[in-house]
Each structure stands twice: as structure tokens, then as C-alpha cells.
């Protein structure tokens, strides 16, 4: 099977492309040139590369036709984030039948109401990442109504090494982390009750080549790709502290005041990942794609905070300072 990814040597992609390679797939990835996989694989010398400026490409309304050129069996788009670029592809792609599985979003549900959360829930996004993930969704199941195959694959906090991950307070500083690997105190946004819910790199391309080898289950429908189980971030910290060896120190402190005492960009994104609190079901990903997520949310975590002790990014921590297993 012929598959092309758009966007394929990204975060996900460096886990993706490989496993399609090792599946006995021909795989084609599109990029804009110039990027290197984030990982290493044999597998790359496999691979060919397409070099395309999707921006400039769509404004001409050229990509889709360009994509259906390269003859796909299946496209994976995992940079899919206007509905206007999800059309582009259906239109071009139908006379072909070839299936389109793009990344969607945890965000597209809004905040949680009844946890977990699986994939009949109404999408009630608040923020634009969100709103702009749930029209294109909403195109590709329009269009799987239709007779199209299109499939989204809702993932959340994804994870892995050259990441920084989101910490136990909803951000990416990585400062969080060294707070709690000294055992000095920790300053919580409200209970710290809030849920995280993350999902490892390789958990979400496994994810993506289930869907590609069980078409017939998944065309038409929107999965979630994600940890077993989601995390408060309480729980979180605490469990990071005892990888150092430490009980968590934490102070709750209410959101205004809390947010009061941090940068502004550190801030807006816990408020983001607060609000959200994911926490979905990967029920219907297990019993339709065979999906089978070998991280928990804290071992993913685990891994991409062994990378950034060992890159140097904590400041005062050192891979001596770490916990044993």
C-alpha cells in the first residue's frame, strides 16, 4: 500500500513513517525541505521525500491536486489545521477513493462533563485551535456520510523525546520539574484537581497505522488516541516527586493569584490546559483499530524528562539526581 504523510518528520512522524516502512508499506513523505527526522531509523532510507510548500501551494489551489498525483492509497495528514486545507484534500483525493486520516484534537469537546469522555460527546470548543480542529472534523465525517473514507484521530498532550512535555501545572516551563526534583515547594493553580491527559509519540503513529491497515473500521469515524488513563495534576506532581526520591511539596493557591506570580505565556497555557481538562475514552480506538498504547500517561512523561535532564534543560538537575525505577 502506497501511503503519503504530510508533515511526516515531526514529533509523530519520526515514530510513523518508520513503522509504516517496517508494516511493508511504500511510503512517500511530504514536507516543505529541509527538515530532518527527529529520530534515526533505517527505515528513512526507504522513504521518498516530496518537497512542497503547503501554504503556498493551497493559496493557488494546487495541493490536493498534487497529493492525488503522487497515486496514495492513503494520505496521513498530521498539520491538517483549516478546514479549507481538509477540502482541498477530499475534493482531490474522492475520485480516488484514497482514505485521508488526519490529526485532530482532544479540544474539540471544550471543557470535560462526563469523564471519561468517548467520541459521541458534543464538540463544544473554546478556544480557536479547538474550534478550527472540530470544522475540519466535522467536514470529514460530512464527507464519510458521503461515501468518502476520512478518518481523525483525536490525540492529547502528546509526548516523547525532544519534547518538553506538559507539566504537573499545565505549561511547558521546565522549571516546574526541577522545582519538584530539589522537593522545594510547588505552587498548585487551584486543588490541582484539573486532569492532563497525555498520549507517547509512537502510541499516537501506532494509532495511525491501525487506521491505515483496518480501513473498512475506521473510514467514517473519529477515534481517540491516547494514555490509558488520564492524570490530575496533584497526582502528577506527586508522582514526579517520587521519581527524585521526594513527597511532593505543593501549595494550592486560587487561579487569580496563582497566576498572578507567573510569566504570561506560562500562565495562558495552564489556563488553557485547566479549562480543557481532557479525559476521553480509548475504548472504541481499542475494539474497532486494535489500538493497544504501550505508555501509561506518566511513563510517556518519564521518558521525555529523562531527555531534558540529559540535554541539560533543568536547571540543577543532573541525570545523577534521578529516581531508579
Known amino acids: 500500500m502506497r501511503v503519503v504523510v504530510i508533515g511526516g518528520t515531526g514529533r509523530v512522524g519520526s515514530y510513523l513513517v518508520p513503522r509504516l516502512v517496517e508494516a511493508g508499506h511504500e511510503v512517500r513523505v511530504v514536507c516543505r525541505g529541509g527538515q530532518q527526522p527527529r529520530r534515526e531509523d533505517p527505515a528513512w532510507a526507504l522513504v521518498s521525500m516530496d518537497t512542497i510548500d503547503r501554504n503556498e501551494s493551497e493559496a493557488r489551489g494546487a495541493f490536493g491536486r498534487r497529493i492525488a498525483s503522487l497515486e496514495p492509497d492513503a494520505v496521513i495528514d498530521?498539520?491538517?489545521?483549516?478546514?479549507?486545507s481538509a477540502r482541498q484534500l477530499v475534493e482531490a483525493l474522492r475520485p480516488r477513493g484514497a482514505h485521508l486520516i488526519v490529526c485532530g484534537t482532544a479540544w474539540v469537546y471544550g471543557h470535560s462533563?462526563?469523564?471519561?469522555?468517548?467520541?459521541?460527546?458534543?464538540?463544544?470548543?473554546?478556544?480557536?485551535?479547538?474550534?478550527?480542529?472540530?470544522?475540519?472534523?466535522?467536514?470529514?465525517?460530512?464527507?464519510?456520510?458521503a461515501g468518502f473514507p476520512a478518518t481523525t484521530l483525536h490525540a492529547g498532550h502528546i509526548v516523547g523525546p525532544t519534547d518538553r512535555p506538559v507539566n504537573p501545572v499545565g505549561n511547558k516551563d521546565p522549571r516546574v520539574f526541577g522545582t519538584l526534583a530539589r522537593g522545594e515547594k510547588l505552587r498548585m493553580p487551584n486543588l490541582g484537581m484539573e486532569t492532563l491527559?497525555?498520549?507517547?509519540?509512537?502510541?499516537?503513529a501506532q494509532g495511525f497505522v491501525r487506521a491505515v491497515e483496518r480501513r473498512e473500521a475506521a473510514a467514517g469515524e473519529s477515534f481517540h488516541v491516547l494514555a490509558p488513563q488520564a492524570v490530575t495534576m496533584r497526582g502528577y506532581a506527586e508522582e514526579v516527586a517520587s521519581w527524585f526520591g521526594h513527597q511532593a511539596n505543593l501549595e494550592y493557591v486560587p487561579w487569580p493569584a496563582w497566576s498572578e506570580g507567573v510569566e504570561a505565556k506560562w500562565a495562558q497555557q495552564t489556563w488553557d490546559h485547566l479549562r480543557h481538562s481532557p479525559h476521553g475514552s480509548i475504548a472504541k480506538a481499542r475494539e474497532r483499530l486494535g489500538y493497544a498504547p504501550r505508555y501509561s500517561s506518566f511513563a510517556a512523561v518519564r521518558e521525555a524528562l529523562a531527555?531534558?535532564?540529559?540535554?541539560?534543560?533543568?536547571?540543577?538537575?543532573t541525570p545523577d539526581d534521578w529516581g531508579s525505577d
Open 113 to 145: 462533563v462526563l469523564v471519561p469522555t468517548d467520541e459521541a460527546f458534543p464538540r463544544r470548543p473554546v478556544c480557536e485551535y479547538g474550534r478550527k480542529k472540530a470544522a475540519v472534523e466535522a467536514l470529514l465525517l460530512e464527507a464519510g456520510r
Open 78 to 84: 498530521m498539520i491538517c489545521f483549516e478546514p479549507g
Open 307 to 317: 531527555w531534558l535532564i540529559n540535554d541539560g534543560q533543568i536547571e540543577g538537575v
Open 197 to 204: 491527559h497525555h498520549v507517547h509519540a509512537d502510541d499516537l
